[in-house]
């Protein structure tokens, strides 16, 4: 269990809807991440966010947006639907922490979320 | 624009031979480096890392190399198991960027 809890686990939508993916990352860790893996695809970073404020910024759709709210959890919100929105998103979280002389850049993964659009 | 590439999708390997998986960044500040391990309907979990001031780091069965001039790590696992048939992404971060960057990953299938 790597404490980074996600909901729902599976998701059937249809196409044109809206969806808000869920994470609670570990206990402590400030960074959230979201990534989306599609069939036969590697993690495509979509967003970062670092105590509630947006960090970084992948390839994530202008149809796709992401908060982190003040309990640092962080939820996903994908709207109008396509098929090709049909993946694996994931969740990580991290605390970058320093550790002697080395950054703890570790992230640790929640079980992901398979939305389906139908 | 892929700064982490795994251009080998998948990789089979008999059971007990050495198995390596190799990772080329584009990146040159990139200063830490790690390897994930994702079963299937599970999460990546994290499996070794490297700090960029080492060329080597050893745990168990698990190696990672890194090889700076040519912006390459690899993982070697010794001996493989079929328990280690996985997809392997190897990550990389840059200080002061709180970001991971992920390669595309690799299906390793170990044959008993």
Request: hydrophobic share 35%.
């Amino acid at each position: 269990d790597s404490g980074v809890t996600q909901t729902p686990k599976h998701l059937i939508t249809a196409t044109g809807q809206r969806v808000t993916l869920r994470c609670s990352p570990r206990s402590g860790d400030l960074s959230v991440y979201w990534y989306q893996q599609s069939l036969d695809q590697g993690l495509q970073f979509l967003i970062q966010y670092y105590n509630g404020e947006e960090r970084a910024k992948g390839n994530i759709l202008e149809r796709f947006s992401a908060q982190q709210f003040p309990d640092l959890h962080s939820e996903l919100n994908l709207s109008s639907l396509e098929l090709g929105d049909s993946a694996l998103y994931f969740c990580a979280s991290s605390d970058f922490s320093l550790r002697g002389s080395t950054v703890n850049t570790e992230a640790f993964f929640g079980q992901g979320t398979r939305l389906t659009v139908v | 624009d892929q700064q982490v590439k795994q251009n080998s999708p998948s990789l089979s390997v008999q059971e007990g031979r050495i198995s390596i998986l190799n990772c080329d960044y584009t990146n040159s500040m990139f200063d830490y480096f790690l390897w994930y391990k994702k079963y299937p309907a599970e999460g990546p979990t994290f499996l070794i890392s490297i700090s960029s001031i080492k060329d080597k780091n050893e745990d168990g069965r698990f190696t990672v190399f890194l090889n700076k001039s040519a912006k390459h790590l690899s993982l070697h696992i010794v001996p493989s198991q079929p328990g280690d048939s996985a997809v392997y992404f190897c990550a990389a971060h840059q200080t002061g960027a709180n970001n991971l960057f992920f390669g595309t990953g690799t299906r390793l299938t170990v044959i008993p």
